[in-house]
């Protein structure tokens, strides 16, 4: 399966993955480094919620396993990484095409790894702006994941 954790693989892999198909979730690019991508959720009639806005339940997934696989991709096979919690602050109805983007900077990745070093657990945050097209904060999603040296791996 190395084949399909190459980023263009890994892309279309999560395009046809049924929770983000079958919700209008798509992501859209997927850096090589796996330091970067960009999620947009489409508006369809079906997809909206007695409101006429973009369901909430919808925006969630579309940051479900963004950080997961930006950590597993840019640390190694070192590296256990998991989705631990999250929680999800909306700010104005979600109307049209929604954007999220996600970024993995040298810092963090450096934090992680001097946390883990030692084989201990560490729990980093991260918080996801859904936008609309003119840029508006729709949600914030704050996302807690746990990342820990494989076994082989720890001193």
């Not at 900077?105 to 980093?124: C, L, M, S, V």
Request: net charge positive; hydrophobic share 45%.
């Amino acid at each position: 399966m190395k084949w399909a954790f190459k980023p263009g693989v890994m892309r279309h892999l999560l395009n046809f993955w049924p929770p983000f198909w079958f919700n209008g979730i798509k992501v859209a690019v997927l850096a090589t480094d796996y330091r970067y991508a960009k999620v947009e959720l489409s508006d369809r009639p079906w997809r909206r919620n007695i409101n006429g806005t973009q369901f909430g339940g919808s925006m969630f997934a579309m940051t479900d396993p963004i950080y997961p696989l930006l950590l597993m991709g840019a640390m190694g096979k070192t590296y256990m990484v998991w989705d631990k919690k999250a929680d999800i602050d909306f700010i104005r109805p979600g109307r049209g095409t929604l954007i999220a983007e996600f970024w993995l900077h040298d810092a963090t990745i450096n934090e992680i790894k001097a946390a883990t070093d030692d084989g201990q657990k560490y729990f980093p945050q991260f918080l996801v702006l859904v936008k609309d097209k003119a840029g508006e904060v729709v949600c914030e999603v704050n996302r807690t994941v746990y990342i820990r040296k494989k076994p082989q791996h720890r001193e």
